[in-house]
């Protein structure tokens, strides 16, 4: 049998190392938003928070969830990086340790 193109695509998601964020499915604008943080996670010990819009992970820019997860797998756990993301506007640059 074959796993439906959705459960393929969250296993490779599941690799690699991850910032803790909960995704904004719904969100069709540029960047990457978030609705939330995983508790203990990167993104929270950071202060990242929900309605983030992530738009930069080490460089590279994000368009979209597709953006994001490229720039994770060019990432290894352990690694400090910066995200950056638009918070009411404003623009805010964040150090976190995958």
């Known amino acids: 049998f074959t796993e439906a193109p959705g459960e393929q695509q969250r296993n490779m998601t599941m690799s690699g190392p991850t910032l803790g964020v909960l995704p ?31 738009i930069n992970i080490a460089g590279m820019d994000i368009a979209d969830i597709y953006g994001y997860m490229e720039a994770l797998n060019e990432l290894e756990e352990g690694q400090t990086t910066s995200v950056t993301v638009l918070r009411d506007g404003e623009e805010m640059t964040f150090e976190l340790q995958l």
């Open 24 to 54: 904004d499915y719904g969100y069709d604008g540029e960047g990457f938003r978030i609705t939330g943080v995983s508790e203990g996670r990167a993104a929270d010990n950071a202060g990242m928070e929900g309605g983030d819009v992530i």
